[in-house]
């Protein structure tokens, strides 16, 4: 990948033109079960991917994908890859948006040097759904992960999420940059407007 190149999938093979793209297809970049699925070296930076799937990838960390400086990763998901000492996904300086981070073994993302996730959906990842480090996390439901949903290692901000029925919610000794989330079994409203919610999610009576 080289730096300022944007990559799109979602092609169904037919169309002379990116306009024509509709991106309901799905584009797989595998790591067949034995190394990692894609890579962008930090000599890439500002570059783009849309519409990918990364799969199946191994590694000891970003055994879904490695991105960097800058890079915006946009409606991709991430799924079924295995990471023995990290996550599918490792970010640095980089943007994801409107992302699946989803059943994947050994932790969902790993945000650093002010990325940014937004918008994403992160659940069922063993480990734990983000670990967090000077990254911010904006809009993102972060459900139903083994293990711990937000491991707060130094976070600018955390922003409108749902953080719910994982193992553990969040960890962290600072969590006075987290705001208007929906949080499992957090009690009362608190400064930050941040609030509880149950653990089980049923129906309101005589609905």
Known sequence: M????????????????????RGATQSVMSGGGNRIAFYAPTSVSNAAIYDIVFADGVAENGSGAIINNGTRVEHCIFQNNTSTNGAALLANNSIIYNCIINNNYGGGAMLNDESSLR???????TEYGVTISESSID?????????TGIINDGVERIRNCVIWHNEN?????????????????????DSNSNFGIESENRPVDNK
């Open 2 to 21: 080289e730096s300022k190149v944007n990559i799109y999938g979602g092609f169904e093979g037919t169309e002379s033109s990116l306009e024509e793209r």
């Open 119 to 125: 918008n994403s959906l992160i659940a069922h990842n």
């Open 139 to 147: 809009g993102c439901d972060i459900v139903c992960n083994s293990g």
């Open 169 to 189: 919610q969040i960890s962290g000794d600072n969590n006075s940059n987290m705001k208007f989330c929906a949080i499992e079994n957090w009690g009362e409203k």
